[in-house]
C-alpha cells in the first residue's frame, strides 16, 4: 500500500475547505443583519402595542370627562 494520495483527492477536500472558510464571514455578517432586523421588528411592534394601550387610556380618559358634563346641572 502507498502513503500518497491522489491529487483529485486532495483537491476535492481542499475546494471544499476553500468554499467553507470563503462563504463563513458572509453567512456571519448576514446572520447579525437578521438579528438586527428581528430586534428592529420587536422595537417597532411593542410601540405599536404601546399606542394602542395610550390610545385605550385616552378613549376611557374621554368618556369620564363627558360622563362629568353630562352630570353639570344646567341653569
Do not use: R, Y
Not at 18 to 37: C, N, S, T
Request: hydrophobic share 50%; net charge negative.
Amino acid at each position: 500500500m502507498t502513503d500518497t494520495v491522489n491529487a483529485q483527492i486532495t483537491d476535492a477536500v481542499t475546494q471544499t475547505n476553500v468554499k467553507v472558510l470563503g462563504e463563513g464571514p458572509a453567512e456571519a455578517v448576514a446572520i447579525a443583519v437578521q438579528a438586527v432586523a428581528h430586534a428592529t421588528s420587536l422595537s417597532v411592534e411593542n410601540a405599536s402595542q404601546a399606542q394602542g394601550g395610550m390610545q385605550q387610556i385616552n378613549n376611557a380618559a374621554v368618556g369620564a370627562l363627558i360622563a362629568k358634563i353630562l352630570e353639570i346641572p344646567v341653569a
